[in-house]
């Protein structure tokens, strides 16, 4: 099997049309048997019900190739309960979540070319979605849905020099007018995209989400989870009390590798944003499937600066080592909790 003609160590984080898709269609109550498609455009009326009440859900994994040269991908049964989870919340159908790994893994194997070789930092992203083909003019859920699986290779998170990023507080809350914080749908994607240029405009990366009861706890960002490392080395992880952080799989993930294989501490505990601007957390990432954990070096809110020493310039020793470990298991140079490794080809 050659690989596709590819500089592997430049892709950016960008998309680009493969050989294959996914596709499968809701009609009648039912999912059809779905398969590949060479077809990368979508045609629905204009009337369809993903482009006036934005009933859109996505998911978002990688498949890559571990050091002995097999094709994986990392707890995509996960990702399959959490967009039956979005999907639920949207009034939508659930997509049956063993045809999704099984969806997953022909569309990998079909675009197995396209997959970045070991060493190239580079992966193969995957992303299912679903929404609303029906007609609808009523506010109402639609009846006709399609899920599809783009893939496309992306480029490795940290190319090297300084890693860590900057947030800010945003003065919005993410999705509160809703409530849908805790699921993966276009439309949260939507409301942070003004903060988002807003904060850019300020030179920072990314916001920091607060809970909109009472903008006192640390939520997450627009895109990940955030995790700290207090005084005694502990890892402390935000929790909602409304249930409005995004379950991500690698924050999970990484919870179970701190307790289970490294034997650190973990608080999961709701966490007060004067906590932060006290100083009491000595290191802060961000986690998601693209940088499993990007380090965070400064966190702003109206005026006051809070630098993380330890993760100022790159990350921290203590995000330093749950990033590699999460990684060597990923790769397969450490042996990772049963069923986390899915081998596709
Ligand atoms: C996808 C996502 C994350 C990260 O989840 P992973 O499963 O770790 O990739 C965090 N927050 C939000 C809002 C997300 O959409």
Redesign the pocket.
């Known amino acids: 099997m050659e690989k596709k003609d590819i500089d592997w160590g430049n892709l950016g984080f960008g998309y680009m049309e493969t050989s294959y898709s996914y596709v499968c269609n809701y009609k009648d109550g039912a999912w059809e048997e779905g398969g590949l498609t060479t077809d990368h455009s979508v045609t629905v009326s204009e009337c369809a019900g993903i482009l006036h009440y934005c009933q859109e859900v996505f998911e ?1 994994l990688k498949a890559y190739t571990t050091e002995d040269g097999r094709i994986v991908c990392f707890r995509p049964d996960l990702n399959a309960a959490r967009m039956a989870d979005s999907a639920k919340r949207l009034v939508m159908p659930e997509f049956p979540q063993d045809k999704f790994v099984e969806a997953v893994k022909m569309v990998v194997e079909a675009n197995k070319e396209w997959v970045p070789p070991f060493g190239s930092g580079a992966t193969l992203y995957v992303r299912p979605y679903m929404f609303a083909t029906g007609v609808v003019i009523g506010v109402k859920p639609a009846t006709e849905y399609q899920f599809r699986i783009l893939v496309t290779p992306v480029g490795p998170y940290f190319k090297g020099g300084k890693e860590a990023i900057t947030i800010t507080v945003a003065d919005y809350d993410r999705a509160a007018p809703r409530g849908t914080g805790d699921i ?1 749908a276009g439309l ?1 994607y939507a409301m942070s995209l003004h903060p988002y240029e807003e904060a850019h405009k300020r030179g920072y990366s990314e916001n920091l989400y607060l809970d909109s009861a009472t903008r006192s706890y640390v939520e ?1 960002t ?4 955030v995790l700290f490392v207090d005084k005694q080395s502990n890892l402390v992880v935000p929790q909602s009390h409304t249930n409005s952080i ?1 379950p ?4 999970r993930s990484l919870v179970t590798v701190a307790k289970d294989i490294l034997g650190m501490s973990v608080v999961e505990r709701p966490v007060k944003f004067e906590e932060v601007t006290n100083g009491d957390f000595m290191e802060c990432g961000l ?3 693209a940088a499993v954990i990007s380090p965070v070096g400064h966190i702003e809110a109206e005026g006051v600066d809070v630098t993380f020493v330890d993760g100022a310039e790159n990350a921290g020793p203590v995000m330093s080592k749950l990033r590699r470990t999460l990684t060597d298991i990923q790769s397969g140079a450490i042996e990772g909790p049963e069923g986390w490794i899915v081998e596709i080809c």
């Open positions: 978002g993966k949260n997450e627009g895109g990940a989870n995004l991500s799989i690698t924050r986690c998601g499937t």
